[in-house]
């Protein structure tokens, strides 16, 4: 690979702002890696989506990323992953790691032989997630625990208002009563909340992210084509969306931590995206 290909930065994209969870995870992993993030804001949640949406979805911003010249994509959406990838990887020309829900981890680590997932809708009738559940479920019980709303939060970067403790305390409840002793965040949102989902079921219960396993995937991946960034950190990390500018800076910049500037991009007739007139 050329210096000027492995200089090039990797994509990473979501429904919207919860794949900075993942973005968090891979910018401490690969410190020297330029990256570019898309938060698909404009049409989140995808959870509530149908599949051909989301598949053109994940389709236009994967393209996007391809014009953009990056080397490598993060499917930073459990949604868009259980959706899309199949067709996604079918005909991108780059490595694309893609994020799913931890049911295989959670199923070794559990110890009542109970684990609960919280993930959207669209996200827990996939038929990944039943080919999950069907390899690692047989000697435990794994429940599927649809979060209306939740992610609606954390693109409104309401973290920690009574509405979402409700949201959660509803959620969370039925697992607890059943004596799910894991719980895993199915969505790439749920991290941001993970203070309160630790202050409703305790500190003697599991929590699974699988933020982190998918930062060294990339990084595997990555080494394995010798794609390493050859630049010193720190690298350029780049926000882009498809919400209105003003409330995507105010939210992105609650999430990551410092203020960023987002740049708006929109969909064109064609249904790719461009950056969007300014």
Known sequence: MSMSAADAPIGVFDSGVGGLSVL?????????????YVADSGYA????????????RAAAIAGFLLDEGVKAIVVACNTATVVAIEKLRAWCPLPVVAIEPAIKPAARMTRSGVVGVL???????SANVARLCAAYGQDIEILLQPCPGLVEQVENAELDSPATRALLETYLAPLLAAGADTIVLGCTHYPFLLPLVKDIVGPE??????????????????GDQRAAALR?????????????GGRANAVV????GCPVEVEPVQANRNHRLVPAAG
């Open 24 to 36: 968090r995870a891979i910018r401490a992993e690969l410190p020297a890696e330029d990256l570019l």
């Open 45 to 56: 949640p995808y959870g509530e989506r149908d599949a051909g949406f989301i598949e053109d």
């Open 119 to 125: 993930a959207t809708r669209q996200t827990l009738a």
């Open 205 to 222: 219960r599991a929590i699974i992210d699988p933020a982190t396993a998918v930062a060294k995937e990339l990084a595997r991946r990555l």
């Open 232 to 244: 010193p950190a720190p690298a350029r990390t780049r926000f882009l969306s498809s919400a209105a």
């Open 253 to 256: 910049s609650a999430l990551w």
